[in-house]
């Protein structure tokens, strides 16, 4: 019987590959016993201290994370989620290479974006295996959703830039809540003029030349304000009446710590991408889906159901743990606060967007951002100086579509 009792401090350990992590043989363990081996194989992985008494095992958080660590974490959960759609991306890797040019190709274009909203099963599917490619583990918003796959047009085969999304926003954030001054009443009215972006990034070969601060520029355009406009003109909130089809801002979050990807992206001297403050670190990037199987497969043993509602993303996957926790006797609730923390942005569309977001203002003032401005000014201040870097020209020369892979 293995008793989980939680303290603090470890030392460091890094993983890179697959064979970096432990691993335990589960065969024959009760239902009980994987839990809890699967925990300290999770938490060891993530540089947590564990120390074996007579009685109890003693485990314990680092005081902070390293990006190394957080990419491990993520790794380990990424490579979960290829192992369980190996055979769909192999099927659908040669679509992939179609849609992407080679760095000479790149290099010789004018670049010239245009944004394509995902809507048949052909778009889905080619978002679907670049979102593969990242290192962090591939995840679904419920809700509202929008996929964006953006193009090269200035290029005969209209190669793939990157891709992006953008979904209903976490319900309770308090940095974020705090920052712009939304009581719990408030919030509820008015979260739905805000959306998540939780996938910006660019493909190769123009993620070398800083095509990810491109879709971050994309996404602040009156473009994509008139996409979201054109998909939820006829939706009207539930508690007011109001019509919903005014985006007022995009929240988003780093994958580690300060991002280099929002850092310093400002447009007319103004910032576009604003940190606003940092998570608390609640969350289960830490624990595997492994891990996350065994406890409710335990919960079930123990004829514990608990509900999954639509919607509830998340947070159904923290009251698993909390309610596995319970029956197992361990501090759930100091679990999920020792994951990793992000810092958070906010994108404002509308001039106003505190007195409207407030209910202080019913008419939106609109941030005039148009597409040719943003991408012209990336060109200016970030393209131009990497096109001109010996190194980062080698790497972009190097590749080809037929060189793109997912790797397992």
Same mark, same amino acid.
């Given at each position: ?8 401090r470890?030392?460091?350990r890094n993983?890179?590959k697959?064979?970096?992590? =432990?691993h335990?043989?589960l ?6 016993e ?10 060891w992985?993530?540089n947590?201290n564990i120390?074996?008494g007579?009685?109890k095992i003693? #485990?314990?958080?680092p005081?902070e ?5 957080v990419?491990s974490a ?5 490579l979960e989620?290829?192992?369980?759609n190996k055979?769909w991306?192999k099927?659908h890797?040669?679509?992939?290479r ?9 290099l ?5 974006? #245009? !944004?394509e909203?995902c809507?048949t ?6 978002f679907?295996?670049?979102?593969y490619?990242?290192?962090?583990p591939?995840?679904e918003y =419920? ?5 964006l796959i !953006?193009?090269?047009?200035?290029l005969?085969n209209k190669p ?7 979904g209903?926003? !976490?319900?309770?954030?308090p940095?974020r809540?705090n920052?712009i001054g939304w009581?719990k009443?408030?919030? %509820? ?6 959306m998540?972006?939780?996938v ?8 070398n030349?800083?095509g &990810?601060?491109?879709?971050?520029y994309?996404?602040?355009s009156n ?6 406009k ?6 009207v909130t539930?508690?007011d009446?109001? =019509?919903?089809?005014?985006?007022a801002g995009?929240?988003?979050t780093?994958l580690y ?5 929002y850092n310093?992206i400002s ?5 576009l991408y604003v940190?606003i403050g940092e998570t /608390? &670190?609640y969350g %289960?990037l830490h624990l595997?889906?492994?891990t996350i199987?065994a406890?409710?497969d ?5 004829d !514990?159901?608990v509900k999954?509602k639509?919607?509830?993303g ?11 926790g319970?029956e197992?006797?361990?501090d759930?609730?100091?679990l999920l606060?020792h ?5 958070i ?7 106003n967007y505190s007195e409207?977001?407030?209910? /202080? ?5 609109f ?11 990336? /060109?200016?201040?970030?393209f131009a ?8 020209l080698l790497r972009?020369?190097?590749f ?9």
């Amino acid at each position: 019987m293995i008793e989980i009792d939680f303290h603090k401090r470890p030392q460091e350990r890094n993983h890179s590959k697959v064979e970096d992590f =432990v691993h335990f043989d589960l065969r024959g363990k009760s239902s009980q016993e994987k839990v809890k081996l699967l925990i300290l194989r999770d938490l060891w992985n993530v540089n947590w201290n564990i120390r074996f008494g007579p009685q109890k095992i003693t #485990v314990s958080p680092p005081e902070e994370y390293t990006k190394s660590t957080v990419k491990s974490a993520m790794l380990m959960k990424r490579l979960e989620i290829l192992h369980d759609n190996k055979k769909w991306i192999k099927e659908h890797i040669k679509i992939a290479r179609q849609n992407l040019c080679s760095g000479v190709e790149m290099l010789s274009s004018e670049i010239n974006p #245009v !944004i394509e909203v995902c809507r048949t099963q052909k778009d889905m599917n080619l978002f679907r295996i670049f979102r593969y490619y990242w290192s962090s583990p591939y995840s679904e918003y =419920v809700g509202r959703r929008i996929k964006l796959i !953006i193009r090269d047009y200035a290029l005969p085969n209209k190669p793939v830039i990157g891709i992006a999304a953008l979904g209903s926003p !976490i319900i309770h954030i308090p940095e974020r809540d705090n920052w712009i001054g939304w009581d719990k009443q408030t919030r %509820t009215k008015n979260l739905i003029y805000t959306m998540d972006a939780y996938v910006v990034g660019a493909l190769p070969p123009y993620n070398n030349l800083l095509g &990810g601060k491109l879709i971050s520029y994309i996404l602040a355009s009156n473009e994509v304000r008139d996409i979201y406009k054109q998909k939820y003109r006829d939706r009207v909130t539930l508690i007011d009446g109001k =019509v919903s089809d005014n985006l007022a801002g995009l929240f988003t979050t780093s994958l580690y710590g300060q991002s280099s990807q929002y850092n310093r992206i400002s447009y007319n001297n103004k910032l576009l991408y604003v940190p606003i403050g940092e998570t /608390k &670190g609640y969350g %289960t990037l830490h624990l595997s889906k492994q891990t996350i199987e065994a406890m409710i497969d335990f919960l079930k043993s123990k004829d !514990i159901d608990v509900k999954n509602k639509f919607g509830d993303g998340p947070s159904w996957v923290m009251r698993v743990i909390r309610t596995a926790g319970e029956e197992l006797g361990f501090d759930a609730d100091f679990l999920l606060k020792h994951s990793f923390k992000r810092n958070i942005y906010f994108v404002p569309l509308v001039k106003n967007y505190s007195e409207f977001l407030n209910d /202080k203002s019913n008419a939106p003032i609109f941030e005039d951002m148009p597409l040719s401005d943003l991408v012209n000014f990336w /060109k200016q201040r970030w393209f131009a100086r990497r096109k001109s870097n010996p190194d980062v020209l080698l790497r972009t020369l190097e590749f080809t579509p037929e060189s793109f892979n997912i790797e397992f």
